[in-house]
């Protein structure tokens, strides 16, 4: 009887050791690289965003986060500002004859996000 017991006690503390041991396999690839940072991956959206809308690029600043152009006589500005939390927010700002195409600005922005 004594060692009925026993075996039933050591059966529950196996069955308890085992349920608590899970092995999970490794990544197949590894760990992916790490990315550019998030100020560059901020930068070549932003002028990828104003490439796409065809905005002509007459200046840019990486190191002042300005990227000034025009598309006909509309005028765009992209500042970018990093924030203290390691985040970049970027503004695309218009000015000039935005009645030439009014829905520039837009689709800059729209281009912007879909790159993100």
């Known amino acids: 009887m004594k060692t009925a017991a026993s075996r039933i006690i050591l059966a529950v503390c196996l069955a308890a050791g085992l349920a608590a041991c899970v092995a999970y396999p490794y990544p197949p690839y590894g ?3 790490p990315g550019p940072a998030p100020y560059e991956r901020a930068w070549n959206n ?3 965003a104003m490439n796409d ?7 840019a600043d990486r190191a002042g986060g300005l990227i000034e152009g ?3 006589n509309i005028r765009v500005t992209a ?7 390691g985040a970049v927010r970027v503004e695309f700002n218009t000015g000039g004859a935005l009645s030439e195409d009014p829905g520039l600005p837009d689709r800059i922005s729209r281009s912007y996000d879909a790159r993100r």
């Open 46 to 48: 932003a002028m990828g």
């Open 79 to 85: 500042r970018l500002i990093s924030q203290a939390d």
């Open 53 to 59: 809308q065809g905005v002509n690029v007459t200046n």
């Open 31 to 33: 760990y992916p690289a």
């Open 70 to 72: 025009n598309r006909g």
